[in-house]
């Protein structure tokens, strides 16, 4: 399809090339999108014409809009975006702040305007916030200020950030100041094509090096045509509530895109930890909950002091969902959770069973519109049964930003997605585990080497190796094997140091929750180090007693 008249063409010009790109099909009749097309019209303003302009739209502790009203904010944002801010349709926006309205409008806004979201997590430090500044060549950012000293600290960094523009603190320059401008209630959206790009997503990355996935308008409306209409099978009268970030998109699916898209209201709490998020299913009576394994085993153990009669959809993805919590819950609430694997790249959940198909411990069978096969090394799919890896193609892929990794994900047009699985003879997939050093701890994917990166910097590290050690609460918990420097003492108080330098350079749920030193690291006779040996290690009983002999 020709591209929009775009002033700036620095999307398109980055997309993989097209004998790297995966095979996208669609196949439902639903997916059939028009070649012209803004998805923030779809997501709201047809919700106006369907005469739910009055209905709840976003809902929070703060204040709840209705339909009518989020649309008035997003026109007043995207506003700001095109007449004061000087954007562009096809520049990027880099966006900071909590699951909140102000959030969701300003998402919307960019698009609506023609723009890209970046959506980054309110956890991230300066340095990971300049990444993706330089990587998307981002020169404006939209940020809540209270996030104001890492935003400015990522500025700092990466002078490409010509302007950021601060919501929340009330001053004559705000966003919310400019955005009350007479006449900025309606803003006509930009024209666009199903294909342009709306947003780019960027993943933790295997090597710390994150990966920017660009995702179309169409693909925002795709995920919820299949998984969203086939699999969840929510209606306009559901309460969605959760606890991932906007910026994942798992969040960004479960907790904005699949309620709009049908008219419902989102819940959107800034905080959701297990006790806020029960406290919160009860006080707005929310009826479908995204969140992940770790906190359905959280709330099994305090459920009795809250009122969960509201729920009638759970929804789980982020990390394996163990067997016995699924029994446990189904037990206690009578509810099947709805498993799933999604992944950045692909957008959202592709793999994933409705509550009537389900089978406990099994992930699922591919999502309508979706297909999914378990391949050998060499590519060719294997018999049931037997172990693999996963493949996947439907109506969205993996499209990464000006990145050579394109080829360590996408062959032969499919999507392999880095995770071993069996399908067993009746079509169902079941998850063995990552084919890569990701450590996912509590439904957050956090890559080892980053961290071994900060702890490498700090005077007492002489070496370290970081993996994913089992544990039962989290699925995994961060685990990093130290040698120190000569007049360092491996205690209890140089952890802690160790544990909040960390937390200081990086996003704090990245650090170490446990830190053992050691004499020697395993390494290759070139030098690398053999992480799967700590892995190994971690997961014995003894911990690390070979490693500290």
């Known amino acids: 399809m020709a591209p929009s008249a775009q002033f700036d063409p620095f999307a398109r010009e980055n997309l993989p090339p097209p004998e790297l790109m995966p095979e996208f099909r669609f196949t439902l009749p639903e997916l059939q999108y028009p070649e012209r097309l803004n998805c923030a019209v779809e997501f709201i303003d047809r919700n106006i014409e369907r005469g739910h302009g009055d209905r709840p739209c976003i809902v929070s502790p703060s204040e709840t809009l209705t339909y009518a009203q989020f649309a008035e904010r997003v026109n007043r944002i995207a506003n700001v975006l095109a007449r004061d801010l000087g954007m562009k349709p096809g520049n990027r926006v880099l966006l900071r702040g909590f699951n909140g309205p102000m959030m969701a409008a300003a998402f919307f806004a960019v698009m609506k305007a023609g723009g890209i979201a970046i959506n980054t997590m309110p956890l991230l ?9 330089k990587k998307a060549k981002v020169a404006l950012a939209l940020c809540d200020s209270r996030l104001a000293d890492e935003m400015k600290k990522a500025k700092a960094l990466e002078p490409g950030l010509e302007r950021i523009v601060w919501w929340g603190d009330g001053g004559a320059d705000s966003l919310e100041t400019i955005m009350a ?19 780019i997503a960027f993943t933790s990355g295997t090597t710390g090096e994150p990966k920017g996935t660009m995702h179309y308008h169409r693909d925002l409306l795709a995920i919820c045509d299949s998984y969203g209409k086939h699999v969840l099978r929510a209606s306009k009268d559901d309460r969605f509530i959760g606890s991932p970030p906007l910026a994942f998109t798992f969040g960004l699916g479960g907790l904005l895109l699949f309620p709009l898209r049908i008219g419902a209201a989102a819940v959107l709490l800034e905080q959701a930890p297990p006790d806020a998020l029960m406290a919160a299913i009860a006080e707005f009576r929310a009826t479908a909950v995204f969140t992940a394994p770790t906190a359905y085993r959280a709330i099994l153990g305090k459920r009795a002091a809250h009122d969960l009669s509201s729920l009638r959809i759970c929804v789980s993805a982020g990390e394996a969902l163990p067997k016995a919590t699924w029994e446990e819950w189904h037990a206690a609430t009578g509810i099947k959770i709805l498993d799933g694997i999604g992944s950045t790249e692909m957008l959202h959940i592709f793999i994933g069973s409705p509550e009537d198909e389900i089978v406990p411990g099994a992930t699922g069978r591919p999502v309508p519109g979706y297909e999914a096969k378990i391949i050998d090394e060499a590519g060719r799919e294997v018999l049931r049964g037997t172990l693999g890896r996963l493949a996947v193609r439907g109506p969205t892929g993996c499209r990464y930003l000006a990145d050579k990794r394109q080829t360590n994900y996408v062959e032969n047009g499919w999507n392999v997605t880095g995770d071993t699985y069996i399908q067993d003879a009746d079509g169902y997939f079941w998850y063995q585990a990552r084919s890569d050093d990701m450590i996912v701890s509590a439904g957050y994917n956090i890559a080892g080497p980053e961290v071994e990166q900060v702890l490498l910097a700090h005077p007492a590290v002489a070496e370290c190796g970081v993996i994913g050690a089992p544990n039962a609460d989290r699925g995994q918990i961060v685990k990093a094997y130290v040698v120190l420097r000569a007049g360092f003492t491996g205690d209890a108080a140089l952890t802690r140091v160790l544990q909040d330098y960390v937390k200081a350079e990086i996003a704090p749920y990245k650090y170490p929750r446990a830190i053992e030193y050691v004499t020697t690291l395993p390494r290759t006779e070139t030098g690398k180090l053999q992480r799967f040996r700590l892995r190994e290690t971690a997961a014995q009983p003894a911990g690390n007693a070979k490693l500290a002999s």
């Open 181 to 199: 401008k007479p006449g900025y209630e309606r803003f006509a959206p930009c024209d666009m094509a199903a294909d342009d790009a709306c947003l």
């Open 125 to 133: 430090r300066g340095r990971e916030i300049a990444y993706p500044l």
